[in-house]
């Protein structure tokens, strides 16, 4: 029998709960609502030959998105970039010119360095704003936006990133002319996987805590647009555990940081179907071989069996809306560790929801 964790509600755990109904407010924003116009004219303007790239550019979990919308958009023959938006604001600001299409995203829309860049940037420049909240700084000054439906969110994004997740990948669809009744289908199919691992989390919660919970360090691993979730999940380690975490590409692990795998050492591999299956999986064994811990969240039972693997199976074979359903293991996985680690999961106590200095 599983290990039954006594969940007491909290305002973080709240928040994951209603990741649900902020996916199916979005979406249906975007196949009924306003959002449908905004998508059709972002391509219309790509498509105008007015310009030659687009970069994605945020902080945070902004950042991690942007990421996995160049994945998305590059997929589909759209030259699109990535470049953190603090580094865009002091170091490579001279990409910008009339050519580019320039895509902000912020999930309050009033993050330090994105407003610095909206008052610093030169007429002529067109501006996509991504944001949750409609009345927000970039939301005001961007030529054409992306609304995120998520609702208020006060704890470490767990919701607006998912939901600004889906916006990015409706977008990518919407180049391909593809937001039709298969791709909706498949976005309501991730929908009620989240439920899933949400009303049945006591059948695998405990045995994933005790794999990567409690220690000093977690490595947590992962390629292509899943990557914008790794990356997520070690920021949530941080900063709602209080505890150190990195993410790195899958192959970047190989080059020089496998070194620190030895017993006692804690992974997270995020495997979706795809081109990197195989990698991720000899990845994984690696890890054991040299007694190492391994939380394997993946799209199929895994044919390893070892002490140290736990897996978590998530029943979404579109690699590209794997990145959503993923995340939630972790997220619950953190709220408990925060609980048992004497925290209040999601409390910001030496910074806020919103950064406003640099």
């Known amino acids: ?10 305002k973080f755990l709240q928040e994951i709960e209603e990741q649900p109904k902020a996916l199916a407010d979005t979406l249906r924003y975007y196949i009924e609502g306003h959002g449908k116009i905004s998508l059709s004219y972002i391509v219309s303007l790509w498509q ?3 310009y030659e790239k687009i970069i994605f550019t945020g902080m945070g979990s902004s950042y991690f998105i942007s990421y996995a919308a160049t994945c998305l958009l590059n997929r589909r023959g759209v030259t699109s970039f990535v ?12 990409l910008l010119n009339s050519k580019t299409l320039l895509v902000c995203i912020s999930q309050s829309g009033e993050s330090y360095e994105i407003v610095r860049i909206l008052e610093k940037i030169p007429r002529g420049i067109t501006v996509i704003g991504i944001s949750n909240e409609a009345e927000s700084t970039l939301i005001k000054k961007a030529q054409a936006s992306l609304l995120c439906k998520a609702g208020k969110e006060e704890m470490t994004s767990t919701k607006t990133f998912i939901s600004t997740y889906l916006v990015v990948y409706l977008l990518s669809l919407a180049f391909d002319e593809k937001v039709n009744e298969q791709s909706i289908s498949e976005i309501g199919d991730v929908i009620k996987v989240i439920q899933e691992l949400l009303d049945n989390r006591n059948e695998w919660l405990r045995n994933a805590l005790d794999t990567i919970s409690h220690t000093n360090f977690v490595q947590l691993v992962g390629r292509g647009t899943v990557f914008a979730s790794v990356k997520q999940s070690a920021l949530m380690c941080m900063e709602a555990a209080r505890n150190p975490a990195a993410g790195l590409l899958s192959g970047e692990f190989r080059h020089g940081p496998f070194e620190m795998v030895k017993e006692g050492f804690r992974a997270v591999v995020f495997d979706p179907s795809g081109n990197t299956h195989y990698q991720n999986i000899s ?3 690696d890890i054991l071989k040299f007694g190492g811990k391994v ?7 895994p044919s390893i069996e070892h002490n140290n693997l736990v897996s978590i199976v998530i029943p979404c074979n579109n690699e590209e809306l794997f990145a959503i359903p993923s995340i939630v293991p972790m997220q619950l996985i953190i709220n408990q560790w925060s609980i048992e680690d004497g925290n209040n999961p999601g409390d910001f106590m030496r910074g806020a929801k919103v950064t406003v200095i640099e």
């Open 1 to 10: 029998m599983p290990k039954i964790i006594e969940c007491v509600m909290n």
């Open 283 to 285: 990845l994984t064994k």
């Open 295 to 301: 939380l394997l969240i993946t799209h199929q039972a």
């Open 48 to 50: 105008s030959g007015k």
């Open 83 to 94: 470049i953190n938006a603090g580094e865009l604001l002091h170091y490579q600001f001279s």
